[in-house]
T-cell receptor, first 122, second 112 residues
Framework: GAVVSQHPSWVICKSGTSVKIECRSLDFQATTMFWYRQFPKQSLMLMATSNEGSKATYEQGVEKDKFLINHASLTLSTLTVTSAHPEDSSFYIC??????????????????FGAGTRLSVL | EDQVTQSPEALRLQEGESSSLNCSYTVSGLRGLFWYRQDPGKGPEFLFTLYSAGEEKEKERLKATLTKKESFLHITAPKPEDSATYLCAVGDYGGSQGNLIFGKGTKLSVKP
C-alpha cells in the first residue's frame, strides 16, 4: 500500500505556543488530504479537508483560525495548531487520498493514513 | 444522515477461534466500504475496499464481505498479532471530496 508520513509523532508544548504537523504522501500525489482528531477509545473525527492549491474545508465546530491548514503541494499538507491550550491535547491523524478514475467501474479512492501525532499541551 | 455502526464493541478470542465482525450502514447510496486496522497509538492501516454487494476480498486470515446493508470481516484462526481495533468506514466518492464516515470500531483481543 501507499505510504503517508506524518511528523512529528509526538510533541509537548507550553500553553500559548503554536505547533506545526506535517503530512506527506511519499509515493503518490494527493490532491486531497484530510485531518482527523481522535480522542481516547473514540473513532476518528474529521476536522477538515485539505485541497492542493485552495482553502481547506472545515467541519462544523472546528475553528479555522485555530487549526490552520496549508496544502501547498501535491505531496504535503500541514496543520498548525495556533496558541495551543491543554484542551487541544489529542491525537491528530492525517490521511492522503489516492484517487484514480477507472473506466467502467468505481474509481480507486483510498485514504492512506499517517502514523498520527500525539500533542500534549502543558 | 449517513451512519456506520460496528458490533461488537469488543471481542475476545482464543488463538485459533474464528469469528466475524459486523459493520452495518445506512447511506443514500453505496459508495464504497472500507476496512482499516488500527493499533494503539498508530494511524489506521488500510485493509480492504468493497464497492458492490456480493463482493469479497481476502488477505491472509481476513476476509471481507459486503451486502446491501452490512459488511462482515471474518477472521479465520486468529493469532495474537491480529489483536487491534478494526474500523469500518463508508466512503463518499460521488463527485465530492471522498470523505470517510467511520464507525466506532471493534477492539479485537486474541489470547494465546
Amino acid at each position: 500500500g501507499a505510504v503517508v508520513s506524518q511528523h512529528p509523532s509526538w510533541v509537548i508544548c507550553k500553553s500559548g505556543t503554536s505547533v506545526k504537523i506535517e503530512c506527506r504522501s511519499l509515493d503518490f500525489q494527493a490532491t486531497t488530504m484530510f485531518w482527523y482528531r481522535q480522542f481516547p477509545k473514540q473513532s476518528l473525527m474529521l476536522m477538515a479537508t485539505s485541497n492542493e492549491g485552495s482553502k481547506a474545508t472545515y467541519e462544523q465546530g472546528v475553528e479555522k483560525d485555530k487549526f490552520l491548514i496549508n496544502h501547498a503541494s501535491l505531496t504535503l499538507s500541514t496543520l498548525t495548531v495556533t496558541s495551543a491550550h491543554p484542551e487541544d491535547s489529542s491525537f491528530y491523524i492525517c490521511s492522503a487520498r489516492d484517487f484514480i478514475s477507472r473506466a467502467g467501474g468505481p474509481p480507486k479512492n483510498i485514504q492512506y493514513f499517517g502514523a498520527g501525532t500525539r500533542l500534549s499541551v502543558l | 444522515e449517513d451512519q456506520v455502526t460496528q458490533s461488537p464493541e469488543a471481542l475476545r478470542l482464543q488463538e485459533g477461534e474464528s469469528s466475524s465482525l459486523n459493520c452495518s450502514y445506512t447511506v443514500s447510496g453505496l459508495r464504497g466500504l472500507f476496512w482499516y486496522r488500527q493499533d494503539p497509538g498508530k494511524g489506521p492501516e488500510f485493509l480492504f475496499t468493497l464497492y458492490s454487494a456480493g463482493e469479497e476480498k481476502e488477505k491472509e486470515r481476513l476476509k471481507a464481505t459486503l451486502t446491501k446493508k452490512e459488511s462482515f470481516l471474518h477472521i479465520t484462526a486468529p493469532k495474537p498479532e491480529d489483536s487491534a481495533t478494526y474500523l469500518c468506514a463508508v466512503g463518499d466518492y460521488g463527485g465530492s471530496q471522498g470523505n470517510l464516515i467511520f464507525g466506532k470500531g471493534t477492539k479485537l483481543s486474541v489470547k494465546p
